[in-house]
């Protein structure tokens, strides 16, 4: 196991000369963007792709229904499946949250799990999002991946190799089991993951308990059981707050009015949108 704060160091003393903004910036690797904040933010309601985080320096703390997850220094979060969640960032004084997050390609986590042998762990019930600790390959992977970004040819030739590098120590980790579900497809969690893609898809459309039920070919109540114990959100909440971040993120990219951005994500009442749109942000959508 590295030493936390050497490890840490190391690793914000790569991320610190590439970093030339604020949130998630692009690099010149398909998938892989660098995270910076010069300033903490309080609890505030987000959504992340799946993939992986990695804070080295500053901290993060997401809060999904009852659990709470720390990841920073030490560790790295992974997440497997798209979750709603709120997320507090603290920086450190006088020095930016520096991180690094690389997103999960489906066709390379694939071909990387057909390269492993059976796992032979007792899946349980997988974990779509968790923080685990950054043992000394992971680390190791991520600075070969880091040390690559300043360089565009270097970059080009060596980027996709080394995010390969990243995933296969993700999926020989603990949350390992986790990602393996993504691929194989298998049981439960299976079932849930596919009417979780099913419900991004046609978030703004009519959907039901019985409709996503449907897709996960369950009953209702065994599908709502399933789907609380996996996102730690009843479906119909977990939709409702997917509606309202994908609402707040058309009014902050395109100027759209409040009443065209409800109707956009599924809503039939402005006014419903409205009240729903403050409880959650805290400022109204024609401010927030």
Not at 60 to 85: D, S
Not at 213 to 235: C, E, G, L, V
Not at 279 to 287: E, I, N, Q, T
């Amino acid at each position: 196991m590295p030493n936390d704060t050497v490890s840490a160091r190391r690793l914000a003393e790569a991320i610190a000369p590439l970093v030339n903004g604020e949130g998630f910036l692009d690099t010149a690797v398909e998938g892989v963007r660098l995270i910076a904040s010069h300033c903490s933010y309080p609890r505030t309601p987000l959504i992340y792709e799946p993939g992986i985080f990695v804070i080295a320096q500053g901290d993060k703390i997401g809060y999904l229904g009852e659990r709470v997850i720390h990841y920073g220094p030490g560790n790295y979060l992974v997440q497997a499946l798209p979750m709603p969640f709120e997320c507090e960032t603290r920086t450190p004084e006088n020095a930016p949250m520096l991180g690094i997050n690389i997103a999960f390609d489906p066709l390379t986590l694939s071909e990387l799990v057909q390269q492993l042998p059976e796992s032979g762990r007792e899946l349980g019930d997988p974990a779509p999002m968790a923080a685990v600790e950054l043992d000394t390959t992971m680390e190791a992977c991520v600075l070969r991946l880091i040390d690559c970004l300043g360089d565009a040819t270097e970059s080009r030739v060596l980027g996709p190799g080394r995010v390969r590098e990243v995933l296969f120590a993700a999926l020989r980790g603990p949350q390992g089991p986790s990602l393996r579900q993504l691929v194989q497809r298998q049981g439960q969690y299976a079932r849930i993951i596919d009417a979780l893609n099913y419900l991004h898809h046609h978030f703004a459309s009519g959907l039901t308990v019985e409709t996503l039920a449907a897709q996960a070919n369950m009953s209702a109540s065994h599908f709502h059981h399933h789907f609380k114990r996996t996102t730690q959100q009843s479906p119909l909440q977990y939709l409702k707050r997917l509606r309202l971040l994908k609402a707040r993120a058309l009014l902050g990219q395109q100027r759209m009015n409040v009443a065209r951005a409800a109707s956009e994500v599924g809503y039939r009442s402005t006014s419903q949108f409205s009240r729903e749109y403050k409880r959650y942000f805290g400022v109204s959508p024609s401010r927030g």
